[in-house]
């Protein structure tokens, strides 16, 4: 990132370069808002299409639904044009959990209960892991 900021501040005039210095160290009010509008820019650039069907979604916010998913250090954001495309991109997700389940049994690093136990709570349907098993 640092090399990136380089480039970018060798890009600048000198008297743009002048106007940031002055601007941070008045404390970066401009920077700040600069930067946060980047970020704001890039969080509801994800609202533009549904992560299922790619439907164009309405500008309307109360018209679409957004899910934030993923572990502790990487999450992800996905909107949809209506429960129905969430509900399937949910299904995908377990459908996924599931297949990396089954790789592991395979593997003999799990046994059959581990199936059970997801769909007692309430991830997987029971009468499919029954299937499996």
Known sequence: ???KIKTML?????NELMTL???????????QHIVNSKV????????????N????????????????FGDKTIKKKATFCGTD?????????QDEKLDLMRKELRTNSLDNSSL??????GFLDKDFTNKFN
């Open 1 to 3: 990132m640092e090399d």
């Open 10 to 14: 060798g890009a600048l005039s000198y």
């Open 21 to 31: 210095k002055r601007d941070v160290d008045s404390g970066a009010l401009l920077l």
């Open 40 to 51: 704001n820019e890039l969080e509801h650039e994800h609202r533009k299409f549904c992560a």
């Open 53 to 68: 069907c790619n439907k164009e979604l309405s500008l309307n916010i109360d018209d679409v639904y957004t899910l934030v």
């Open 85 to 93: 495309c969430l509900n399937s991109f949910i299904n995908i997700l």
């Open 116 to 121: 059970t136990n997801v769909a007692e709570d």
